[in-house]
């Protein structure tokens, strides 16, 4: 069963800046499309950010637009996500994720179902203090 282990999360003041790491360790989904996205205690899991099979094309939520910044390095593969200017509003559990299918999401696109993905890390908190 392929693995996504993220890491980097942690307590931060407002302003602050903190860069989310996803592990891929058996190298499942390096030619694949991944995303973040968090989740707020009792509310649904919302989209962050996504970056396509390529790595040529990404995709953020308007809330996070400007903000942050997806990436991926497909030599240690690892998925980030660098989050900038943090507000307390950011405060939340941030999950990888990722699909071992050929997804395609047209350009300026600023909403990915959770439905799209189907594989899932275990989350990081990420705490913003005012």
């Known amino acids: 069963q392929p693995q996504l282990v993220e890491s980097g999360g942690g307590l931060v003041q407002a302003g602050g800046s903190l860069r989310l790491s996803c592990a891929d360790s058996?190298?499942?989904?390096?030619?694949?499309?991944m995303a973040w996205f968090r989740q707020a205690p009792g509310k649904e899991r919302d989209f962050v950010a996504a970056?396509?099979?390529?790595?040529?094309?990404?995709f953020y939520a308007n809330s996070v637009q400007g903000q942050s910044t997806i990436s991926r390095n497909k030599y240690n593969n690892t998925l980030y996500l660098q989050m900038n200017s943090l507000k307390p509003e950011d405060t939340t559990v941030y999950f990888c994720?990722?699909?071992?299918?050929?997804?395609?999401?047209?350009?300026?696109?600023?909403?990915?179902?959770?439905?799209?993905?189907?594989?899932w890390g275990k989350g990081t908190l990420v705490t913003v203090s005012s």
């Open positions: 970056i396509d099979w390529s790595d040529r094309n990404t």
């Open positions: 994720a990722a699909n071992l299918a050929v997804l395609v999401w047209e350009m300026g696109t600023t909403t990915i179902p959770v439905s799209d993905m189907n594989y």
């Open positions: 058996e190298r499942t989904f390096s030619h694949y499309a």
